[in-house]
Each structure stands twice: as structure tokens, then as C-alpha cells.
């Protein structure tokens, strides 16, 4: 049983390049979203999905969009990468569709943007 | 605004030793309030959760309390090992009638020394 798996773990970017980070889960749970960490901050919401189909901004949104064709999937694509957006990644998914029960989350993807 | 606030930033202690971690927030009233676990370079892990009414969790060597008259909550390590160095991280859950998401503390680095 894999879980939550993210690819890539590591990527360098320059500024302006785009790109897709992938995640996907295997415990047909519903909810999945995306977070940034960043040094000294709580982790910060991104996009999430209550299911397929269905995806909403959380407080973090621009800069980042993301579609839900399946239950399994949810990628991250950043449009036109910006040293702002250097962070570490984190894919989580949750059998609540509020993400009010616990979290399982992928082992993160480490961006840097030049 | 509501906050999760933790402290210490960091700490260090010897193997063997016990230890609490401590976590304020603002969020009332909440859904839940969680406990993670995320080592260095790894995802979060979930370690407790615990609802609006229940003063106490326990997950093997960790304890988690709650005091919802003070607004805190605390982490008590028993008996510190090694594989305990860490982030431990403190998330409030807003109720399911808000439109909130999850609030997330800055963690307190745990550093266990031979």
C-alpha cells in the first residue's frame, strides 16, 4: 500500500519555466490538497479537491492550479515559476471531505526556483 | 485572526528525559486539535487527535492534552529516544460549519542527544 506518492522529490527551476508536480493516492480517499512549507511558517494551504472534478483556492492560491480528473490524482502546476515560489511541497489526502480527519501526506517535493 | 502558536522554537534534550511541548491557539470553538510528527525531510505524520471535549490522547510515549478554558494544549514526551528528533507540529481543525481550513503552528524542533 504506497499511500500518497509525490514525484518529483527534487527540482531546480528557472524563473519563468513551468511545471507539474505530481501526486497521487491510493486509498480512493476523496479529499486531497496541496501544501507549502516554508522555514519558521505553519504549512500553508494551497488548492484542495473534494473529488474528482471538484477543486477550490485556499490561502495560497496564485501562481499554482490544479484539476482533479480523478480520484487518484491531484497535480500542482506552477505557470511561470518565480523565486517566491522556492519551497517545499506537500501532498496530503483525507477519507473527510472537509480534511477534518486525519491527513496522509506524500514525502514532499523540494522546488527551487534561480 | 485566528492562530496556533507553539513554543519552544526548539529544544534539546538528552535520551531518556521527558518533555512537553506547548501549543496556544485562538481557534474556539474547533472541531479538532491534532498532534504531527514530521521528521527531517519526511511528510507529517499524525500522532493524536483529540475533539473540543476531550482533555487527553495518548499514542504510546506521547500524551496529548487539552484545556480548552486556557486555549492550550500540550505534548508530553516520556522516556525521549533518539527517533524522537523532530518537528512536532499543533493544528486546529475549524468547525465543520466554517469555512476554514486547518490551522497550522510553526512546530518546535525536538533535538534528542545521546
Known amino acids: 500500500n504506497a499511500g500518497v506518492t509525490q514525484t518529483p522529490k527534487f527540482q531546480v527551476l528557472k524563473t519563468g519555466q513551468s511545471m507539474t508536480l505530481q501526486c497521487a493516492q491510493d486509498m480512493n480517499h476523496e479529499y486531497m490538497s496541496w501544501y507549502r512549507q516554508d522555514p519558521g511558517m505553519g504549512l500553508r494551504l494551497i488548492h484542495y479537491s473534494v473529488g474528482a472534478g471538484i477543486t477550490d483556492q485556499g490561502e495560497v492560491p496564485n501562481g499554482y492550479n490544479v484539476s482533479r480528473s480523478t480520484t487518484e490524482d491531484f497535480p500542482l502546476r506552477l505557470l511561470s515559476a518565480a523565486p517566491s515560489q522556492t519551497s517545499v511541497y506537500f501532498c496530503?489526502?483525507?477519507?473527510?471531505?472537509?480534511?477534518?480527519?486525519?491527513?496522509?501526506f506524500g514525502e514532499g517535493s523540494r522546488l527551487t526556483v534561480l | 485572526k485566528n492562530q496556533v502558536e507553539q513554543s519552544p522554537q526548539s529544544l534539546i534534550i538528552l535520551e531518556g528525559k521527558n518533555c512537553t511541548l506547548q501549543?496556544?491557539?485562538?481557534?474556539?470553538?474547533?472541531?479538532?486539535l491534532r498532534w504531527y510528527k514530521q521528521d527531517t525531510g519526511r511528510g507529517p505524520v499524525s500522532l493524536t487527535i483529540?475533539?473540543?471535549s476531550e482533555n487527553t490522547k495518548s499514542n504510546g510515549r506521547y500524551t496529548a492534552t487539552l484545556d480548552a478554558d486556557t486555549k492550550q494544549s500540550s505534548l508530553h514526551i516520556t522516556a525521549s529516544q533518539l527517533s524522537d528528533s523532530a518537528s512536532y507540529i499543533c493544528?486546529?481543525?475549524?468547525?465543520?460549519?466554517?469555512?476554514?481550513?486547518?490551522?497550522w503552528g510553526a512546530g518546535t524542533k525536538l533535538i534528542i542527544k545521546p
Open positions: 496530503a489526502s483525507s477519507f473527510s471531505t472537509r480534511g477534518t480527519g486525519e491527513l496522509f
Open positions: 483529540m475533539t473540543f
Open positions: 501549543c496556544n491557539y485562538t481557534v474556539s470553538p474547533f472541531s479538532n
Open positions: 493544528v486546529v481543525s475549524p468547525p465543520l460549519d466554517s469555512n476554514y481550513q486547518l490551522i
